[in-house]
Nanobody
Framework: VQLVESGGGLVQPGGSLRLSCVYS????????MGWFRQVPGKEREGVAF????????TYGDSVKGRFTISRDNARSTLYLQIHSLTSEDTALYYC??????????WGQGTQVTVS
């Protein structure tokens, strides 16, 4: 099983990024997927989820209206479009595959730095 994130980097406040996560090695259609982020010294925070049952999405309060999660199963890719970045969005961003709301697989993370 592999989840490989990309698209992170250094961006100015107010800027945008699109993170990608390519997944392979498991029956991806059976799993919901999500993006998490973590800063040193803090717990990992779930920011966006897309559910296998109906494709619905949910977002953390701090990112609503600025983040958009989507997935393309034909390309085995999960996306996170981020707009209006602030310094508080600086974190290591992880994608994850979930089943029954439990994370089964993690990616290795991609760093987003807003400065």
């Amino acid at each position: 099983v592999q989840l490989v994130e990309s698209g992170g980097g250094l961006v100015q406040p107010g800027g945008s990024l699109r993170l990608s996560c390519v997944y392979s090695g498991y029956t991806y259609s059976a799993y919901s997927m999500g993006w998490f982020r973590q800063v040193p010294g803090k717990e990992r925070e779930g920011v966006a989820f897309i559910y296998m049952s109906d494709g619905s999405t949910t977002y953390g309060d701090s990112v609503k209206g600025r983040f958009t999660i989507s997935r393309d199963n034909a390309r085995s890719t999960l996306y996170l479009q981020i707009h209006s970045l602030t310094s508080e969005d600086t974190a290591l961003y992880y994608c994850a595959a979930l089943f029954n709301f439990a994370v089964y697989y993690w990616g290795q993370g991609t760093q987003v730095t807003v400065s």
